[in-house]
């Protein structure tokens, strides 16, 4: 059974940080990539970043660049999205994501962790 368990979430002040973590099981974890979306009430789910575990590539969404860094430890089967100088915008309930392809936009992934709530407040 595939599981992807997130943890880190909570509350910040804009400009904060904090660091989500994604535990995964059930599944090869080299031949996956796992990402982040997240989803912020009365708006759309999006993407917001993407690590290929078997050789490193990463995607982030132009919102997030350059604050966001995703990364993994494969001998962990984690992946982690350190997200610095946090704004209110990006208040949101994030999920961890698992899928074969290696996705930037326009895909949705096929597994889906339950979500950990980010708040950052003004």
């Known amino acids: 059974e595939v599981q992807l368990v997130e943890s880190g979430g909570g509350l910040v002040q804009a400009g904060g940080s904090l660091r989500l973590s994604c535990a995964a099981s059930?599944?090869?974890?080299?031949?996956?990539?796992i990402g982040w979306f997240r989803q912020a009430p009365g708006k759309e789910r999006e993407g917001v970043s993407c690590?290929?575990?078997?050789?490193?590539?990463?995607y982030y969404a132009d919102a997030v660049k350059g604050r966001f860094t995703i990364s993994t430890d494969n001998a962990k089967n984690t992946v982690y999205l350190q997200m610095n100088s946090l704004k209110p915008d990006d208040t949101a309930v994030y999920y961890c994501?698992?899928?074969?392809?290696?996705?930037?936009?326009?895909?949705?992934?096929?597994?889906w962790g339950q979500g950990t709530q980010v708040t950052v407040s003004s």
């Open positions: 994501t698992a899928d074969r392809r290696f996705w930037t936009t326009g895909w949705v992934p096929y597994y």
């Open positions: 690590i290929s575990s078997s050789d490193g590539s990463t």
């Open positions: 059930g599944f090869t974890f080299d031949d996956y990539a």
